[in-house]
């Protein structure tokens, strides 16, 4: 089993930064592909990125490309989500989710283990 925390969110002015972090304990997550998905409300939750086992390959949906970094530190057991340029349309609950593959792509079948989120707004 793997246990997700996730951290760092908060109330952010629009074009402003925040560093969401994802610590997971259980048993190491250095063989295992990570996402970030989030949910705003009355939304359904949807794919935000995805990094590869060893953080060679990162992948991002459209709205974030440019603005969003995933990264990882497998001796830390940790994964992140640089968000810069914040727009009020990043408001929502994001979540970190670890996947049982290497490599993972955008669908939440994809992965096991979510996180209880961490709340991010954005405001105007």
């Known amino acids: 089993q793997v246990q997700l925390v996730e951290s760092g969110g908060g109330l952010v002015q629009a074009g402003g930064s925040l560093r969401l972090s994802c610590a997971a304990s259980?048993?190491?997550?250095?063989?295992?592909?990570m996402g970030w998905f989030r949910q705003a409300p009355g939304k359904e939750r949807e794919f935000v990125g995805t990094?590869?086992?060893?953080?060679?390959?990162?992948s991002y949906t459209d709205s974030v490309k440019g603005r969003f970094t995933i990264s990882r530190d497998n001796a830390k057991n940790t994964v992140f989500l640089q968000m810069n340029s914040l727009k009020p349309e990043d408001t929502a609950v994001y979540y970190c989710?670890?996947?049982?593959?290497?490599?993972?792509?955008?669908?939440?079948?994809?992965?096991?283990?979510w996180g209880q989120g961490t709340q991010v707004t954005v405001s105007s």
């Open positions: 989710a670890a996947s049982t593959r290497l490599v993972a792509g955008p669908s939440r079948g994809f992965y096991d283990y």
């Open positions: 259980g048993r190491t997550i250095s063989r295992n592909a």
């Open positions: 990094i590869t086992w060893s953080g060679v390959i990162t």
